[in-house]
């Protein structure tokens, strides 16, 4: 079996893994990279994050200034941005972790997440402003919501490959369709090094830390089955067909403890046509036609039954989109028909349904039947949702308006207007499951935990297979963030050994 030598192996090439890597290189160690995919399909479901949007704290304009030092002044000034404190991103989380994240992983994800992005602007990170989620105004542009203001440089696949250049410059190894497939123990259980799968057979990297950096069980759908439960085996995957669990199961296997909400899922409304995996794209070679299908809170969602089965208005999709996949699945067949008329044409665009197929007809009536939904069902749906829409306030996107329906259920939060519009517009969504919330326990320090809550010695995690931040649903642009934290405390970590 050949054998290898390095301070620090880092098992993944997503952002985590990435992060963690140039972190363990800037301690001072000699980093070896291991990744499962072959190089044209390097950088795991980080890739895929076509937003590659970036949660942090800041107090306005001050703070984010020098994270985009190619903003001119004269772009400054039509910016209105509110600040998005700490306070702020910690309520977010646990008002949609319903309590239960735990509270020094968020605050390291609060904490942590300015000086980050920070940290990885001056590693050689480009950002940009998310104009998409800004509000023009009379030649302004304004936020209501600070807590989106940030993306990578040409999105997921701009980032694996911003990252890559680091990596490269700092002349780190990384080795493709190296598939991590067992950790090295001494006699004391410390972790010594990693026996890989490769094209040629098995081989081993000998070193002082691990970091486990290689993403959910996502694509698995054996695991799938067993820990999400009937249904999900078949779900969806928007991102990468490599995120196996491997790196949960290696650490579980030398006695790791298994963590969070293994039952849990981040899982969002996407086009029904989407592949199997990578879904994120109707047309993942070329990146176009992104998949997602954000728009469902300007109008109602039904079934194939033609009923309504959620609170489309219960929150900005930014605080539900995580959760509304698995509500879908749960439908007749997995599939949701999202409904709206005229009115909000202009709106729904915003969310870019790029590559969809609509549903178009002049009634109701039309549309169910070219839905194949029965006429009746849809039609009383619809009736009964416009009676219990409330006139007495205006509708507004932008804000938690809470113009709501009185008297249905499930009701309408927010945006609750009248279908009443033709020509009417269906579209076609499924789950789209982008990662798994169950893993591995770690401390603050990224340290992996055995079953008596100690660290295992010389092993780290970071990324998606960290359990532990988020439960039942999780606030956007929480993911890479959470990678580039726990990647960079545990690539630092392992380094100092
Ligand atoms: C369509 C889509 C859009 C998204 N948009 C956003 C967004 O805007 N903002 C946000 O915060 N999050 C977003 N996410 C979530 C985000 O992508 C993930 O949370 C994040 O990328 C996870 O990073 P990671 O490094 O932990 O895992 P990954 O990026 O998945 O990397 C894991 C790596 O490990 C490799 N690997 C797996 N098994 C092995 C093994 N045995 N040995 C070696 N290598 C292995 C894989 O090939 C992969 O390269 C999105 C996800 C998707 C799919």
Redesign the pocket.
């Known amino acids: 079996m050949a054998t290898l030598d390095c301070d620090v192996v880092v098992?993944?090439?997503?952002?985590?893994?990435?992060?963690a890597a140039a972190s363990a290189h800037e301690t001072g160690a000699k980093v070896i990279v291991?990744?499962?995919?072959p190089e044209k399909?390097?950088?795991?479901?980080?890739?895929?994050?076509?937003?590659?949007?970036?949660?942090h704290y800041h107090n306005g304009i001050p703070d984010v200034k020098p994270l985009l030092p190619h903003v001119p002044e004269s772009e400054w000034e039509k910016i209105d941005l509110p600040p998005y404190t700490k306070d702020d991103f910690y309520a977010d989380i646990m008002r949609v972790t319903r309590g239960r994240s735990v509270p020094e992983l968020a605050e390291l994800l609060v904490n942590e997440s300015y000086p980050t992005v920070k940290w990885m602007r001056e590693s050689g990170i480009q950002w940009e402003i998310l104009y998409t989620d800004a509000k023009p105004e009379s030649g302004r542009f304004r936020w209501h919501h600070g807590s989106s203001f940030i993306?990578s440089k040409d999105?997921?696949a701009g980032l694996?490959d911003m990252w890559h250049r680091i990596l490269q410059s700092k002349g780190i190894e990384v080795r493709y369709e190296?598939?991590?497939?067992r950790l090295i123990t001494d006699e004391k259980n410390a972790v010594r090094g990693v026996v890989?799968?490769t094209p040629e057979g098995l081989a081993e990297v000998r070193c002082k830390g691990v970091v486990l950096?290689?993403?959910?069980f996502q694509a698995s759908p054996a695991l799938r089955a067993q820990y999400l439960g009937s249904g999900w085996d078949l779900a969806k995957?928007?991102?990468?067909k490599?995120?196996?669990?491997?790196?949960i199961q290696?650490a579980l296997d030398i006695g790791a403890q298994a963590f969070g909400h293994w039952s849990g899922t981040?899982a969002?409304p996407?086009d029904a046509d989407a592949g199997d995996y990578e879904?994120?794209?109707l047309d993942p070679a070329n990146r176009r036609y992104?998949?997602?299908r954000y728009g469902w809170t300007l109008g109602i969602m039904v079934n194939t039954e033609g009923r309504r089965f959620l609170d489309e208005g219960e929150d900005f999709h930014a605080y539900t989109y995580a959760k509304t996949g698995g509500e879908i699945l749960k439908q007749p067949g997995g599939i949701a028909y999202q409904i709206f008329d005229e009115k909000v044409k202009e709106a729904v665009a915003r969310h870019l349904y790029e590559g969809a197929t609509p549903i178009v007809a002049n009634s109701i009536r039309e549309l169910a039947e070219k839905l194949e939904i029965k006429p009746d069902a849809l039609v009383q749906t619809v009736e009964e949702f416009n009676k219990a829409v409330t006139e007495d306030r205006p509708f507004d996107q932008i804000i938690r308006d809470g113009k709501c329906t009185k008297g249905i259920q499930p009701p309408k939060s927010n945006w609750a207007q009248r279908i009443d519009t033709a020509p009417f517009v269906a579209y076609a969504a499924t789950c789209?499951l982008?990662?798994t919330l169950g893993g591995l326990k770690i401390n603050t320090r990224c340290q992996v935990l055995n079953r008596l809550d100690r660290p295992i010695s010389g092993l780290y995690a970071?990324?998606?297979?960290?359990a532990g931040f988020f439960y039942y649903n999780y606030p956007?642009?929480?993911?890479?963030?959470?990678?580039a934290i726990?990647?960079r405390i545990a690539g630092r970590n392992a380094a100092c050994l």
């Open positions: 098992v993944g090439l997503g952002n985590a893994a990435q992060a291991l990744e499962k995919a399909k390097r950088g795991g479901n980080t890739w895929f994050s076509h937003g590659a949007q970036f949660r993306h999105g997921g694996v190296n598939g991590a497939a890989v799968q950096a290689c993403g959910g995957v928007r991102g990468t490599y995120d196996t669990g491997d790196g290696m981040h969002t996407i879904g994120g794209f992104r998949t997602h789209g982008t990662f970071a990324g998606e297979l960290t956007s642009g929480g993911g890479l963030m959470r990678g726990t990647g």
